[in-house]
């Protein structure tokens, strides 16, 4: 299973950004997907989580300014972030879990979000 995540940059704060990640070698629509980010000196934190029916979590953090959601025909997971934040600032990962019948912990390579001040 490989995981490709892309859409990070550098923005201002109040400006958004939309991550993406591809999943191939597995049956997309069945692994539940999760972003979370690292940001300097800090540990890996869980963002959010959709699953494959759609039910979707949120950090408190990021509630009410990012979107999570999935596109089952294009084996992608998208991450809007609207309404950014110096402390957003972190690499951000894409992950599953991998699906029932085949478990596993499968990460994206990562992508740098930069909000300036």
């Known amino acids: 299973v490989q995981l490709q995540a892309s859409g990070g940059g550098l923005v201002q704060a109040g400006g958004s950004l939309r991550l993406s990640c591809v999943v191939s070698?597995?049956?997309?629509?069945?692994?539940?997907m999760d972003w979370y980010r690292q940001a300097p000196g800090k540990q890996r934190e869980l963002v959010a989580t959709?699953?494959?029916?759609?039910?979707?979590n949120y950090a408190d953090s990021v509630k009410g300014r990012f979107t999570i959601s999935r596109d089952n025909g294009k084996n992608t997971v998208y991450l809007q972030m609207n309404s950014l934040k110096f402390e957003d600032t972190a690499v951000y990962y894409c992950?599953?879990?991998?699906?029932?019948?085949?478990?596993?912990?499968?990460w994206g390579q990562g992508t740098q979000v930069t909000v300036s001040s």
């Open positions: 992950h599953t879990p991998g699906t029932l019948v085949s478990r596993g912990d499968y």
């Open positions: 959709i699953t494959p029916g759609s039910r979707i």
């Open positions: 070698g597995s049956t997309f629509r069945l692994n539940p």
